[in-house]
Nanobody
Framework: QVQLVESGGGLVQAGGSLRLSCAVSGRTFGTYAMAWFRQAPGKEREFVAAISRSGVGTYYADSVKGRFTISRDNAKNAVYLQMNSLKPEDTAVYCC???????????????????WGKGTQVTVSS
């Protein structure tokens, strides 16, 4: 069983930065492509960013492109989301997700992910 645990959320002023981490249990981390999603109150879950198994391929939502960076460390079984120039509209619960399937992370959709974390709250004040 694979477990995902997010950390690094918090309260930050607009224009500030946060770095989210997602620790993944199990010995097969390198076989999973990873992604970050977010969900704000009253809104649907939204794709944020994704990264391929090797870390070479990355995908971003237009709303975060140029401000957020996804990365992974396969030796540490972890994926990260560096968030800069944060805006109040970035406020949400951020979850990481893992998929063993191919052709999923480029779609920007949540369908097809095998495992999900519980999330970490990010609040950006104006």
């Amino acid at each position: 069983q694979v477990q995902l645990v997010e950390s690094g959320g918090g309260l930050v002023q607009a224009g500030g930065s946060l770095r989210l981490s997602c620790a993944v249990s199990g010995r097969t981390f390198g076989t999973y492509a990873m992604a970050w999603f977010r969900q704000a109150p009253g809104k649907e879950r939204e794709f944020v960013a994704a990264i391929s198994r090797s870390g070479v391929g990355t995908y971003y939502a237009d709303s975060v492109k140029g401000r957020f960076t996804i990365s992974r460390d396969n030796a540490k079984n972890a994926v990260y989301l560096q968030m800069n120039s944060l805006k109040p509209e970035d406020t949400a619960v951020y979850c990481c997700a893992a998929t063993a399937k191919f052709g999923i992370i480029g779609t920007g959709r949540s369908l097809g992910y095998d495992y999900w974390g519980k999330g970490t709250q990010v609040t950006v004040s104006s």
